[in-house]
T-cell receptor, first 115, second 113 residues
């Protein structure tokens, strides 16, 4: 079974631009979660989607948004990029049918650099 | 909200020795505790997990213990090998939190040959 895939793997943007990252979950998984990983803040939860609905979100500004499609693929968007948005963005997939404590499988991440 | 603390931040052991990484959590509602290994340039990989209805779980050289009363859980790696060198993260969450996991700050394990 193929794992979680994320595209692109690397991105370089400038301040003020916007960016869209994509995640394809493991086949059959309906939940996709997004995390931001930085050396200073570690792994921080952004949001989770299940069956095209956002079920949970973390403490990030509204510039961070996401969506999920009917095939469970998900995208996240960051608008008006700031230098502090430079990070590894990780997507995790799970079945989503448990009580919110599903085993999560992470993708390789997208490395975003904001100049 | 939940707060997960992880120690030590770095750990250096000789090949063949054991390594122990400890985490504490603050929310008594937490009931699922996975451990992840992250190698350079890769995403975190689940290596073992434990749910609050058990106190210990083993998988070959890796074991996790959970003490709900004290709100701490630990990762034990025996007979360490150079390929165990990586950053290890603990995490915690609870029912109906919709997969919002709280991660520890990570432990960089270095296994010297």
């Amino acid at each position: 079974k193929a794992g979680v895939t994320q595209t692109p793997r690397y991105l370089i943007k400038t301040r003020g631009q916007q960016v869209t990252l994509s995640c394809s979950p493991i086949s059959g998984h309906r939940s996709v979660s997004w995390y931001q990983q930085t050396p200073g803040q570690g792994l921080q939860f952004l949001f989770e989607y299940f069956s095209e609905t956002q079920r949970n979100k973390g403490n990030f500004p509204g510039r961070f948004s996401g969506r999920q499609f009917s095939n469970s693929r998900s995208e996240m968007n960051v608008s008006t990029l700031e230098l502090g948005d430079s990070a590894l963005y990780l997507c995790a997939s799970s079945s989503g049918v448990g009580r919110g404590t599903d085993t999560q499988y992470f993708g390789p991440g997208t490395r975003l650099t904001v100049l | 909200g939940e707060n997960v603390e992880q120690h030590p931040s770095t750990l250096s052991v000789q090949e063949g020795d054991s390594a122990v990484i400890k985490c504490t959590y603050s929310d008594s509602a937490s009931n699922y505790f996975p451990w992840y290994k992250q190698e350079l340039g890769k995403g975190p990989q689940l290596i073992i997990d434990i749910r609050s209805n058990v106190g210990e779980k083993k998988d070959q050289r890796i074991a996790v213990t959970l003490n709900k009363t004290a709100k701490h859980f630990s990762l034990h790696i025996t007979e360490t090998q150079p390929e165990d060198s990586a950053v290890y993260f603990c995490a915690a969450t609870y029912f109906y939190n919709f997969n919002k996991f709280y991660f520890g700050s990570g432990t960089k394990l270095n296994v010297k040959p």
